[in-house]
């Protein structure tokens, strides 16, 4: 028998207006660290838990990331982001772990003897913001990296900037969010004060 198709659903994304409220509300640091390095660097939850100090790059906004099948990447660090980290890492993180001599050199350290935290802490989080913004049943943590990449392509970013900034081993991958951050509102051309 011939297989089904299985439907491509398109991925699901945050608005920007709603992440901003979930942002701003938010009173953990370490938890505004997350929440910015899945929507402005496009991170997944494991990438996320497997951040090292030693690859956050302030300087020229870059952080190195260790993805699916231990393939390295770049990706982009906004200011907000590297704010959040510094105070993440100054006011929690070196009082907390500065004294030890064996440390592991993940940013979000694990507890009882794990080096990092993991990743589904970071998912169990986020459920606790689904359910308290009433978020839409499809949206999930990953959705944040979805927006990324939508608006990245938005604001006119290069396809192949993105497939590299997000892991992905082909462009047919990233194809998807060029429909999505696609504008289709605004026509050129068109006169709108004739209407």
């Known amino acids: 028998l011939p297989r089904a198709k299985r439907i491509k659903k398109l991925p699901a994304t945050l608005d920007k207006n ?14 505004k660290c997350w929440l910015l390095l899945a929507y402005c660097s496009g991170l997944r939850e494991e990438e996320i838990a497997k951040v090292r100090i030693k690859d956050i790059n302030p300087n020229e906004h870059k952080l190195k990331v260790l993805g699916k099948r231990k393939k390295e990447r770049i990706t982009i660090l906004p200011d907000i982001t590297i704010k959040c980290m510094r105070i993440y890492y100054i006011q929690q993180y070196y009082p907390k772990y500065h004294k030890k001599v064996n ?19 970071i998912g169990n989080y986020f459920r606790e913001i689904k359910e308290k913004y009433k978020l839409d049943d499809r949206i999930c943590f990953h959705s944040l990296r979805h927006s990324f990449a939508t608006n990245f392509i938005k604001a006119g970013g290069d396809p192949f900037v993105l497939k590299t900034m997000m892991g992905h081993a082909s462009i047919s991958t990233t194809d998807i969010y060029i429909h999505l951050g696609r504008d289709f509102n605004n026509l050129k051309g068109v006169n709108y004060d004739g209407i």
């Open 18 to 31: 709603t992440f901003i409220k979930i942002f701003n509300e938010e009173r953990n640091m370490k938890h």
């Open 103 to 121: 440390k592991s050199g993940y940013l979000f350290e694990g507890i009882k003897g794990a080096e990092h935290i993991n990743k589904c802490t």
